[in-house]
């Protein structure tokens, strides 16, 4: 009886840890939705390796673009902003709110 007490005693104990971690996540998850309602993504203007996202076929995604103000790699700027950031492959020298093909420099 106590080797069943223990099993029962044990996966209690998981399943309170697993909840509690799942709660205490949701702050910060939350936090950074705000922050991000407060910024738009924009297409050209990252860095080489310093994209968050996004970066074309062959990659996966964060810190993944292969060079600097790559068309299909975006970071997030504070909104409005992004059509007035430069990038040097932009049809129009400007960040983009959309992929687009990289003008030849």
Known sequence: MS????TSTAATLALALGA??????APA????ADQNMDKEKCFGVAMKGKND???GAGTTCAGTSKM???????????KGSCEKTLSKTS???????????EKKA
């Not at 080797?3 to 223990?6: R, S």
């Not at 998850?29 to 950074?32: E, H, L, W």
């Open 3 to 6: 080797q069943t007490l223990t």
């Open 20 to 25: 509690a971690l799942t709660l205490a996540a």
């Open 29 to 32: 998850q939350a936090q950074n």
């Open 53 to 55: 996202c996004a970066a």
């Open 68 to 78: 600097d103000h790559q068309g299909n790699s975006w970071s997030f700027v504070p």
């Open 91 to 101: 049809p129009t020298g400007y960040g983009q709110l959309a992929a687009f093909k």
